[in-house]
């Protein structure tokens, strides 16, 4: 089935779509209008944070696609209105922790989604050269392998178990073509539990699938032509030995500065006291579906899932299947994690939240009130506040995203 935006570039002739993407573009620098709030310069870091937009290379940061991640000079900027370790109880795929160690800060990233947590862990790895010629080793052993796997599919054609190393769930049949799924089985065998090639192999899952896009659901019927998955592994991985070498020279040898990443969730965290900030992006109330959206690396990589989909916070589907008890839960789950987060500050430290309003079936979700409830319930002093006016691509509508910056007490 053709994705909704391929629909609509279809229907538009080439005029009207550029005239639309011009306007696309245009609103998005419309998002000038900031409303700042609070100590000026604090505010003017906050909406840096919220305007930045190129694409950044730097280390391990394009290495892993994660929904909704935070843009790295974001987390960089946030990071200046603070000092000491951080927090970020909301980690997806370890932004916050990469740029926290390019500033020479050790860093806790939390997530209950596993995927979050397995990508966290690789982006933040710190690496010898001897561990990186394995990664290097490995990947060229398992994409010849997988080639190889590929190619005798394509000959014999369709669905073919026998070939397979170990069985694969049938709704990884429906997302891939058969010779794919020989190659990625391949892929996997050969990585084993090598948590860096782990990584690899995740990085590549959708892009190879008939999937449209880490956040969408829809097909495309565009096909993969037989051994390119395993070049792509095998490219990857090389990338990611790079990116690897670049943030392990960026922050040395010494025992600190040192990422960590749990599975835990944000509610309950049991850190006290110990974190000179918290940095972090929640989810947007009734956005994405975060662990849905992970099914086929959680098919693959044969990741437990936990109680995660009970406990994900603020889920499109809760907001679909009943909103006034979802928008009362977003509620009770904000004043749970920033109890949580500002326990686990030190006197003084400061909290820095990036968090967008919500767009349910066309009505908006607001996601800054029940914050600023929270951080004052908790003693939090509000330094500063931006808000701006930003293009969302998914509901094709103009949507409020608000940094807030909050400081602990001395106490
Ligand atoms: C906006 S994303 C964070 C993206 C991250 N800043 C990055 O740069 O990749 C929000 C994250 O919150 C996680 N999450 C949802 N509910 C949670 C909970 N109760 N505890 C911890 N993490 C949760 C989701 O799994 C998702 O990874």
Redesign the pocket.
Same mark, same amino acid.
């Given at each position: 089935m053709p994705s909704r935006r391929s629909e609509r570039r279809a229907r538009a002739t080439a005029p009207e779509w550029a005239e639309a993407t011009q306007l696309r573009q245009s609103l998005t620098a419309r998002a000038g209008q900031a409303l700042r709030e609070g100590d000026d310069a604090a505010a003017k870091v906050l909406e840096s944070a919220l305007r930045t937009r190129e694409r950044v290379e730097r280390t391990t940061h394009g290495f892993h696609a %994660? +929904?909704?991640? *935070?843009h790295p000079d974001g #987390?960089a900027a946030l990071l200046t209105l603070g000092s000491g370790p951080v927090l $970020? +109880?909301? !980690?997806?795929?370890? =932004?916050?922790l990469v740029e926290a160690l390019l500033a020479g800060r050790s860093g806790l990233g !939390? /997530?209950?989604?596993p995927v #979050?947590a397995l990508?966290?862990r690789a982006r933040t790895t710190r690496t010898t050269e001897a561990e990186r010629t394995a990664l290097r080793g490995l990947a060229r052993r398992a994409a010849d392998v997988a080639r190889r796997a590929g190619l005798n599919n394509a000959d014999s054609g369709g669905r073919n178990t026998s070939m397979l190393q170990a069985p694969v769930a049938d709704v990884l049949w429906d997302w891939y073509d058969p010779w794919v799924v020989c190659e990625l089985d391949a892929l996997r065998h050969a990585v084993g539990n090598d948590p860096l090639g782990r990584a690899v192999f995740s990085s590549i899952l959708v892009k190879v699938s008939r999937r449209e896009s880490e956040t969408a659901n829809h097909r495309t019927e565009e096909a993969r032509p037989p051994s390119t998955t395993a070049t792509l592994f095998h490219k990857r991985a090389r990338e990611f030995a790079r990116q690897l070498e670049e943030l392990a020279a960026a922050i040395g040898e010494g025992p600190e500065p040192r990422a960590r990443v749990h599975r835990? /969730? #944000?509610?309950e965290l049991r850190e006290r006291g110990e974190f000179g900030m918290v940095v =972090? @992006? +929640? +989810? %947007?109330p009734g956005v %994405?579906d %975060? *662990?849905p959206l992970q099914q086929l690396r959680i098919a693959w990589l044969g990741l437990e899932p936990g109680e @995660?989909l009970r $406990?994900?916070?603020?889920s499109r589907r809760s907001f679909k299947s009943d909103r006034t008890e979802a928008v009362a839960a977003w509620k009770r $789950?904000t004043a749970r994690?920033v109890r949580a987060a500002c326990r686990a500050l030190v006197p003084g430290g400061r909290l820095a939240v990036v968090i967008g309003d919500g767009l349910v079936a066309g009505r908006p979700v607001d996601a800054l009130g029940p914050l600023g409830e929270a951080a004052r319930a908790e003693g939090m002093e509000r330094v500063a506040r931006t808000t701006v006016e930003r293009w969302d691509e998914g509901v094709e509508r103009m949507r409020p995203e608000h940094a807030v910056l909050y400081e602990r007490g001395s106490k």
């Open positions: %994660y +929904p909704a991640a *935070l #987390a $970020d +109880p909301f !980690c997806g795929g370890g =932004t916050v !939390c /997530d209950i989604n #979050a990508v966290a835990e /969730d #944000a509610r =972090t @992006s +929640p +989810p %947007y %994405y %975060y *662990l @995660s $406990d994900e916070i603020g $789950d994690w």
